[in-house]
């Protein structure tokens, strides 16, 4: 079946630094991305969304040069956090949807998540 | 925008009985609806879902219901076990919204010896 690959699954850094979070879409060509962020016990809070060799598009009150997304391929995407800050400490979500193939075009597969704590 | 609406945010059952978890939705134009269980420190995994066209599908131990008219469709899991429990999000795909989920708030499910 489909498979998201997410790296990190933690990270701790510190206040000031940038992180960078990757997801890897393994047997299909993810045509879109999406990132979402969740805090405890909340539901997904979806960041912006990215097609391949497009600029991401942000929902709104995300700040896009905090969060840069980058999808420069249909199996990689990134998200960078930059100059981060304690209230950005969260669990950070990609989830990529294949325009054809594996998944199904209506489909979405998640990745496991990277649990960010800023210090 | 779409908006959903989700019961009950906790839900516990005795093993062996059945759990269902309602979700209304507000776009009559979206067209699917897919349910997620998300573990503790996990992304969500899909576990059902259920196109506009259809009113029911089932796998297994699980089924969803949908009413469009109503605009609302509902998770049933049957013979429910220890390892069902997790929290639930339903989720709806309104048209023309750029393929974009929109989510319920969760059902945490505690299933119970």
């Known amino acids: 079946g489909a498979v998201v690959s997410q790296h990190p699954s933690r990270v701790i850094c510190k206040s000031g630094t940038s992180v960078k979070i990757e997801c890897r879409s393994l047997?299909?060509?993810?045509?879109?991305m999406f990132w979402y962020r969740q805090f405890p016990k909340q539901s997904l809070m979806l960041m912006a969304t990215?097609?391949?060799?497009?600029?991401?598009?942000?929902e709104q009150g995300v700040e896009k040069d905090k969060f840069l997304i980058n999808h420069a391929s249909l199996t990689l995407s990134t998200l960078t956090v930059t100059s981060a800050h304690p209230e950005d400490s969260s669990f950070y979500i990609c989830?990529?949807?294949?325009?054809?193939?594996?998944?199904?075009?209506?489909?979405?597969?998640f990745g496991s998540g990277t649990r960010l704590t800023v210090v | 925008g779409e908006n959903v609406e989700q019961h009950p945010s906790t839900l516990s059952v005795q093993e062996g009985d059945s759990a269902v978890i309602k979700c209304t939705y507000s776009?009559?134009?979206?067209?699917?609806f897919p349910w997620y269980k998300q573990e503790l420190g996990k992304g969500p995994q899909l576990i059902i879902d259920?196109?506009?066209?259809?009113g029911e599908k089932k796998d297994q131990r699980i089924a969803v219901t949908l009413n469009k008219t109503a605009k609302h469709f509902s998770l049933h899991i049957t013979e429910t076990q220890p390892e069902d429990s997790a929290v639930y999000f339903c989720?709806?795909?309104?048209?023309?919204?750029?393929?974009?989920?929109?989510f319920g708030t969760g059902t945490q499910l505690k299933v119970e010896l």
């Open positions: 989830s990529a949807s294949g325009g054809s193939g594996l998944p199904p075009s209506y489909g979405y597969t």
């Open positions: 990215s097609n391949e060799g497009s600029k991401a598009t942000y």
């Open positions: 047997d299909f060509q993810a045509t879109t």
């Open positions: 776009d009559s134009a979206s067209n699917y």
């Open positions: 989720a709806a795909r309104p048209t023309g919204g750029g393929n974009k989920l929109t």
């Open positions: 259920i196109r506009s066209n259809v």
